[in-house]
């Protein structure tokens, strides 16, 4: 049997490895890398934001009445969350300097934040289930759920990044419209996933795929974005 270091080991390498995967291949299609020291900080926050998370969301739930309101919430609270686990480290410094940057720095507290949830995930399913069954825990983690965080603290970059050029208000109004969006997408996926069986799962998961593949080729637009350029008015 396996000891708790063990399990704690496994269930750490099953839940941050993957993260670091889907980072690196973010970061990849960057072409201005950020510096690693900033990503780190933006990764751990996006993992300490977890424990917050869970406290805020057990804290709200006798408050509220009804399974929309309450998801609706849990889902409230780990998106802002996630946005101010980017935005305390990175998104007030002098290394946000181009629109691309606000998906960057999103998409990676979005990952940090995954990795530990997932590490929690597969520890509880360690202890409880076989290594078979927490393998396929640990999989259908990393295809549906890390996706997800990824999806929405995207859509909060990508709104983010459309505005970066258009002054500090309007890149404020466009942060309280992408955590909106950002929420309502996370709202309905844990809707649709609670009351799941089977192959309903994978249609949930399927969705997801696709808002990703969307999302990337945001991305790539928004790459393309550059500093408007003003020409003299000639008399």
Not at 8 to 29: S, T
Not at 53 to 60: D, E, N, R, S
Not at 199 to 218: D, H, N, Q, S
Request: hydrophobic share 55%.
């Amino acid at each position: 049997m396996d000891t708790a270091p063990d399990i704690l080991l496994y269930a750490a390498l099953g839940g941050i490895l993957p993260a670091i995967f889907w980072l690196w291949c973010w970061l990849h299609e960057d072409r201005h890398p950020e510096p690693r020291a900033v990503l780190l900080s933006v990764f751990v926050c996006g993992m300490v934001a977890v424990p917050v998370a869970g406290l805020l969301q057990k804290a709200v739930g006798p408050m509220l009445s009804g399974k929309w309101p309450l998801i609706f919430a849990w889902a409230a609270i780990e998106e802002i969350l996630k946005f101010l686990a980017a935005y305390l480290p990175a998104l007030t410094r002098r290394y946000f300097d181009e629109p691309v940057d606000a998906m960057i720095y999103l998409i990676t507290a979005a990952l940090g934040f995954a990795a530990l949830e997932n590490t929690l995930f597969i520890t509880s399913s360690l202890l409880h289930y076989s290594p078979i069954e927490s393998l396929v825990t640990g999989n259908l983690r990393f295809i549906g759920a890390s996706l997800l965080h990824v999806l929405t603290s995207g859509v909060v970059g990508a709104v983010i990044a459309i505005e970066f050029y258009k002054g500090r208000f309007k890149r404020e109004v466009a942060t309280v419209i992408g955590l909106i969006l950002s929420t309502g997408l996370h709202a309905v996926f844990n809707f649709f996933i609670m009351d799941a069986q089977g192959t309903e799962v994978f249609r949930v998961f399927y969705g997801v795929w696709i808002a990703i593949v969307l999302l990337l080729i945001v991305f790539s637009r928004i790459k393309r974005i550059s500093k408007p350029t003003f020409s003299p008015v000639v008399h």
